[in-house]
């Protein structure tokens, strides 16, 4: 039996791997902007086998909030054995290109927050000296597409950090994963024509659960989408901008 936090416990990926947590019968944590949410969100997984279920409220636009929202959850539910790190959003493309407040809005969202809150987080597992932080990035992250290039550099700017991080906190025994879904059928891309390289959250939530009990470094989820980008970075530059992708 372990403890969890999760930060974004209510997007449709953090909910489905807090059951799988819950069935194991780990305690929770979960930090989020709606309190209905959580709170219907926490019963559910008090009936699926939670040891114990806690909540946070936190708009992670409200960076001088972030360092007590954490403080908070330690001291309720701490020390942590996993903390998610699984909010974001996906931004109008064609919107952040024409406005300059809104592409900093999604870097905000996306990759600033996630930065702010895993300096807390780091600071604090550390000291533990024991623990895995997970973050969901994105395979968006590994090149920039014209369709979503102002996300797809939030995630690799996460990408990077992560890497530095883990460095930083391998001789201190917490692991550090990075977590790159393809597409997920989620409330977020409810308006995608979906295909077939298109994955449950369940199926994205069974894989975080795995890496993290594997301590993987990064993981691509589904598993094909590993060769999918391998194949994505080897076009020349020249060639990738001609594609409308």
Request: hydrophobic share 45%; charged share 20%; with cysteine.
């Amino acid at each position: 039996m372990g403890s969890i936090l999760i930060i974004g416990g209510t997007s449709a990926i953090a909910e489905s791997t807090a059951r799988l947590f819950a069935g194991r019968g780990d305690g929770l944590y979960l930090i989020a902007r709606s309190d209905e949410r959580l709170a219907n969100i926490s019963k559910d997984l008090k009936i699926r086998g939670a040891a114990s279920v806690n909540t946070g409220l936190l708009d992670v636009n409200h960076f001088e909030l972030h360092e007590s929202a954490v403080d908070q959850a330690f001291e309720v539910s701490g020390p942590f054995d996993v903390v998610l790190i699984a909010h974001g959003v996906l931004p109008d493309q064609v919107a952040c290109e024409n406005d300059a407040d809104t592409a900093m809005a999604a870097f905000n969202v996306n990759a600033m927050s996630v930065v702010s809150l895993l300096t807390t987080i780091a600071n604090r597992m550390e000291k533990q000296k024991s623990g895995t932080i997970a973050v969901i990035t994105s395979v968006a992250g590994e090149r920039g597409r014209r369709s979503n290039y102002v996300y797809g550099a939030a995630k690799g700017m996460v990408q990077l950090f992560l890497q530095g991080l883990r460095s930083r906190l391998q001789g201190a025994g917490v692991a550090v994963i990075d977590i790159r879904p393809g597409f997920v059928d989620t409330p977020m891309t409810a308006e995608f024509t979906k295909g077939p390289l298109w994955a449950k959250p369940e199926a994205i939530a069974s894989g975080i659960l795995s890496a993290i009990d594997r301590s993987k470094t990064h993981v691509y989820l589904p598993w094909f989408w590993r060769y999918i980008i391998l194949i994505i970075k080897l076009i020349p530059e020249k060639l990738f901008m001609r594609l409308k992708i």
